[in-house]
């Protein structure tokens, strides 16, 4: 599940966007302007960002423009909404460093399609290995090893400590574990998730302590 930024000033296509892409599994945050907008980034950059070009306090490529020249947020995926359909407007857009843009009107399922696939482009290839001191993943060779010693993990485990140790420090919400392990038609209790913690912990031994709950919240490995 990626984290999604909208600046749309139209509020009734923020909250179509909102919702498709909230259906489809993404965290989203809707602004109406700029000013709203840039502040959120400096709390937290997201994943991707939606950006409309007619926007009553900045203009969408201006936007874009003056992200691109912040080390933060060069590689920022980041996809134009725009009415205007001339190919000088949509060039210009790709020139000023937007990924993608949408034309409006826009179907719901284009709009999560290019979403998709850019964030999909722009996601870092996945480590052969993932280490946490004595703990080991080999993505090669699809095992765990514990200071040495081989331990038999289930698919949904495996997986599961995976999207736990990218994530070393990040508390990930019992949503999004469940979405990116799962998928998002998953339909299955989320005790299921706290099973597979559990067994986790048990087979991981002292590693499985770094495996910490977080109250009301979900879980975090340390």
Not at 64 to 79: G, N
Not at 157 to 175: A, F, T
Request: with cysteine; glycine share 6%.
């Amino acid at each position: 599940m990626a984290l999604i930024y909208i600046i749309e000033d139209d509020e009734n296509i923020r909250e179509i966007e909102t919702f498709a892409l909230q259906n489809a599994g993404h965290q989203v945050q809707g602004f109406g302007c700029a000013r709203d907008f840039y502040q959120a980034l400096e709390e937290r950059i997201p994943n991707l960002c939606l950006v409309d070009v007619m926007l009553p306090d900045e203009d969408g490529n201006e936007i874009v423009r003056s992200l691109r020249k912040r080390p933060d947020f060069m590689r920022l995926p980041i996809i134009m909404v725009t009415a205007k359909d001339t190919e000088l407007d949509l060039v210009k857009g790709i020139e000023n460093g937007a990924d993608d843009y949408i034309k409006k009107p826009f179907s719901v399922m284009e709009l999560i399609s290019r979403v998709k696939a850019l964030l999909r482009r722009s996601m870092p290839p996945r480590s052969k290995e993932l280490v946490l001191d004595g703990l080991h993943v080999n993505h090669e060779k699809h095992e765990v090893l514990v200071e040495g010693r081989h331990v038999e993990l289930t698919f949904k485990e495996y997986e599961l400590l995976s999207l736990l140790l990218v994530n070393r420090g990040v508390v990930l919400s019992r949503d999004q574990i469940l979405n990116e392990v799962w998928g998002i038609t998953y339909e299955g209790e989320s005790r299921t998730l706290d099973m597979h913690v559990k067994n986790l912990r048990q087979k991981l031994g002292a590693y499985g302590n770094r495996i910490r709950t977080v109250r009301n919240v979900g879980y975090v490995v340390e």
